[in-house]
């Protein structure tokens, strides 16, 4: 399988800020790659260094088997790219805005160009100065989705868009990843990325902590077990792996790793389970622990 | 609750927001009246002087278009030709500025909202903003007179001067009530009001221009266009001269009206909407945008046509000057004056040219440097993220600004010159000839804007994120050492240091190679520094 996106140890700092810490990031071709961490984790950045807009202090960085920095231009004929700020000319009408950024790079295909307008419902007659900052969004949209380009990088796409125009993108997104288009996308709407991403990566403080499919991660995480049995268990809390474990006669409520989850049903069961439910994490369980204290989880590396 | 609760609340919270800016709209014009006031009196102290410049506007239609008729050759008379016509344009500014800012602006940026949600009345903020600006005009009027009377000139024409003045503010507080109604945005409001000021500018400068020269020779009658000017009323007003009180009932008339449509309109459009929507623009870009240099130029064009027109009628004022200049080579003090600028002549009136145009080229140069910090501005606002993401290399996308800027500048000079020359020949009687010679003499300028130019394309590459402090700074110091080194006797060294020193001085002098040669090639290695630079940093977009 060929990476259409592979950054090793990339390092990026501005004065005494280092924004990026050695960063590791892959993403294969033809997959939707969620890209996650919280507020000035260093996403923005990343991206901007694979444009080609900032330079890398050290690691390895590669685009479409090119070097983002030398060969910009050329990679960028093949790419589409939605900041996460769009700020627009205020004189351009959006059509212009549109057929200008297409055109610039290389093509616009103008039957998808009038398909999109219409579904997201978006006037192109409309001046920049006057869109709102979802339809400014959409504008940027448009112009990066009816492109014919293989690499979409989105940084926050959705940020202002309404309920139904998420909806929209996602359903978008979703052809193009049919067609054969690879997409890196930031976010930090959960649903979207569980609805629209084969992968993700979570960044945080500019360093990866973990990468993977959703499922994967899932597996890294703790599972809520909640259990009521004929008789009072004994010396539960002695399994490795069981956290916050509270017993009150037959009731037995506790946290589990998924790889302890065996050990502790097999004793579950020693006593005579009468009901059980066993919860897997959400999502925003998973990315609260990450986004928060980092510590006392385990990097990626080590756990896959 | 009735139509304008609340005004006396907004006009507070409306002074405390501007408590710093008003009192300079206000107190900067009264004080400029009062310098140009003591400038006449100290230059021209002799009646005959007085007499000579009062001739020199009067018998020039292009300086009356610019400045006005003239009204007689006392001080007053003088001083009120002198300052009205500019000062006026302040007042106006300033009261299309406070109703635009009090009423749409404040509107699109949302305050207003919060304000119309609160126990107002619908017309509150109208009011309150035009009660604003004619009490700032009023406040004008009377701070002018003071200073005028100060000054030692008589009470009544120093009063209605300030009354003039005052009266060309509040008709423009009056036409901005019924703009911003009427504007799809605060933007467009302005562009309407100020394109009012211009109409009635043009308008009463057509009347001054047609008007006729008395035989006395010191007073022009105008004719009727300046009758339907608001700038035409008050300076017909000819303080110290005529006195003409009554005129001033004809634009607090205006005022009253426009206010009272205003009022009748803001209560047919929505908040934030005017009662012309905006038509919007074309649902697909023409071809000629689809470049990095089409781009560029949608950018800077409406600033270059501004400056253009800038320069027809600067070129046309100078043109019409020149030959005029020999009446006033009695007053040694003005041809030492023009010799210290850069002139350097036999002929007086070649010597005035390369005087001026040395001293325009220098001010030519503003259009350049605005125009690479226009792309510099691309950059910082992040607008710059979307074309470099595209398959546009860098030098490709600031060689597109650079050509505007350089093109621009060529074009500029041409006009200048060309409109000079032309206006110069038709009196001499050799049009293009002197088309000719002055459009070589005002290109000469060329290559030192160039140097600037360069060196501002060095700066948005190297300090992007302080390029327009340092550009400015440069030109001030430039022209600083340059043009007005000439006048304040720098030593000879320091004036080298700006490239305006090492322009020849056109057409009084003849034009050597080298010089023009040496700052090409400085511009060249500037610019080129600055592309190589831009092509290798890191691009300063915003966080
Ligand atoms: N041009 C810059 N100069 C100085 N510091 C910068 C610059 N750009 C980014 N940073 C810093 O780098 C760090 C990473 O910022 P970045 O914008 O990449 O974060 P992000 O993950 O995109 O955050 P967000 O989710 O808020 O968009 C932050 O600490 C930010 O302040
Ligand atoms: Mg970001």
Redesign the interface.
């Known amino acids: 399988m060929t990476s259409a996106v592979s950054v090793s140890g990339l390092i990026k700092s501005f004065g005494r800020t280092r924004a990026l810490d050695g960063l590791d990031l892959t993403v294969s071709t033809g997959e939707v790659h969620g890209f996650l961490g919280p507020n000035g984790a260093g996403k923005t950045t990343t991206i901007r260094v694979l444009l080609g807009l900032l330079r890398a202090d050290s690691g390895g960085v590669r685009l479409l088997d090119g070097d983002p920095w030398r060969d910009r231009v050329a990679l960028h004929r093949r790419l589409a790219y939605v900041p996460g700020d769009v700020t627009l000319w205020p004189n351009l009408s959006g059509g212009e805005v549109i057929d200008l950024l297409g055109h610039l790079r290389g093509g616009l295909d103008q039957r998808r160009r009038a398909e999109l307008l219409d579904r997201f419902d978006l006037d192109p007659r409309k001046r920049g100065r006057a869109y709102s900052k979802g339809n400014r969004q959409k504008v940027a949209l448009v112009a990066a989705l009816a492109s014919r380009a293989e690499l979409l990088i989105l940084d926050e796409p959705t940020s202002g868009l309404d309920p139904l125009m998420e909806e929209t993108f996602r359903q978008v997104i979703r052809e193009g990843a049919a067609e054969g288009r690879t997409v890196l996308l930031s976010s930090h709407i959960l649903a979207e990325v569980e609805a629209l991403c084969d992968r993700v990566s979570i960044i945080r403080g500019g360093r990866t902590v973990e990468t993977g499919s959703l499922g994967q991660l899932r597996h890294l995480t703790r599972t809520t077990v909640t259990a009521e049995l004929i008789g009072p268990p004994d010396t539960l809390g002695a399994l490795p792996g069981v956290h916050d474990l509270h017993v009150d006669g037959g009731r037995v409520h506790c946290q589990v790793d998924n790889d302890a989850l065996n050990p502790l049903l097999r004793r579950l069961t020693d006593v005579g389970v009468r009901s059980l439910v066993s919860q897997p994490p959400t999502l925003e369980e998973l990315f609260l622990r990450h986004y928060g204290a980092v510590t006392d989880w385990p990097r990626s590396g080590e756990a896959r | 609750m009735n139509a304008i609760t609340g005004t006396a609340t907004l006009v507070r919270l409306a002074l405390r927001r501007e408590r710093v800016r008003l009192p300079i709209w206000v107190a900067a014009p009264a004080l400029l009246v009062a310098l140009q006031a003591a400038n006449i009196a100290s230059t021209y102290p002799a009646e005959e002087d007085r007499i000579a410049a009062t001739r020199l506007l009067a018998a020039n239609p292009g300086l009356r278009l610019l400045r006005g008729p003239a009204a007689n050759s006392s001080l007053g008379a003088l001083t009120f030709s002198d300052a009205f016509w500019i000062i006026a344009v302040l007042a106006a500014l300033m009261s299309v500025w406070v109703v635009v800012r009090h009423t749409r602006q404040d509107e699109e940026s949302g305050r207003g909202e919060m304000i119309a949600s609160a126990a107002v009345g619908p017309y509150a903020s109208l009011a309150a903003a035009v009660g604003v600006a004619v009490t700032a005009d009023l406040v004008l009027a009377g701070l002018t007179a003071l200073g005028l009377v100060v000054s030692g000139l008589p009470v009544a024409g120093s009063a209605a001067t300030g009354l003039a003045i005052g009266a060309s503010g509040i008709a423009f507080a009056g036409i901005a009530a019924v703009a911003v109604q009427l504007a799809s ?1 605060a ?1 467009t409001a302005t562009a309407l009001s100020l394109a009012a000021l211009g109409a009635a500018y043009l308008l009463r400068g057509i009347g001054d221009a047609l008007g006729r020269v008395e035989d006395d020779g010191l007073t022009v009658t105008s004719a009727w266009p300046s009758w339907l000017s608001p700038l035409g009323w008050a300076q017909q007003v000819q303080a110290f001269e005529a006195n003409k009180w009554w005129l001033l009932a004809l634009p607090a008339a205006l005022a009253t009206a426009t206010v009272a449509i205003g009022v009748a309109l803001a209560g047919r459009r929505d908040h934030g909407l005017g009662i012309f929507t ?1 038509p ?6 023409p071809r000629s ?4 240099w089409g ?1 560029a130029w ?2 800077q064009r409406g600033v270059l046509l501004g400056w253009a027109v800038a320069m027809v009628i600067v070129g046309a004022v100078v043109g019409s000057l020149g030959q005029q200049i020999e009446d006033l080579a009695r007053n040694a003090r003005l041809v030492e004056l023009l010799t210290a600028l850069g002139g350097a002549g036999v002929d007086l009136s070649d010597t005035f040219y390369a005087a001026l145009l040395t001293l325009i080229g220098a001010i030519v140069a503003g259009f350049p440097l605005q125009a690479m910090l226009r792309a510099n501005g691309e950059e910082s ?3 710059l ?9 860098r030098t490709r996308w600031i060689a597109g600004h650079i050509t505007c800027a350089v093109v621009g500048t060529l074009v500029l000079l041409l006009v200048l010159g060309g409109v000079a020359g032309l206006g110069d020949g038709l009196v001499t009687g050799e049009p293009a000839a002197r088309l000719i010679t002055l459009s070589a003499a005002a290109l000469v300028q060329a290559p030192a804007i160039l140097v600037l130019t360069g060196a501002a394309v060095a700066a948005i590459a190297f300090l992007p994120r302080s390029a327009g402090a340092v550009v400015w700074a440069g030109l001030t110091v430039a022209i600083l050492l340059g043009p007005i080194g000439g006048v304040v006797d720098l030593p000879g060294a320091v004036r080298d240091l700006s490239p305006f020193t090492h322009v020849p001085p056109a057409p009084a002098a003849d034009i050597p190679a080298a010089p023009l040669l040496a700052l090409l090639a400085l511009a060249a290695l500037l610019t080129t520094a600055g592309l190589i630079r831009f092509a ?4 300063a ?2 966080a």
Request: proline share 9%.
């Open positions: 945005s933007r905006d919007g623009g074309p649902a697909a870009a945008l689809l470049s990095p781009l949608r950018l606002a992040g607008r993220e979307h074309v470099l993401a595209t398959a546009v290399g290798h940093r890191d691009l977009l915003p």
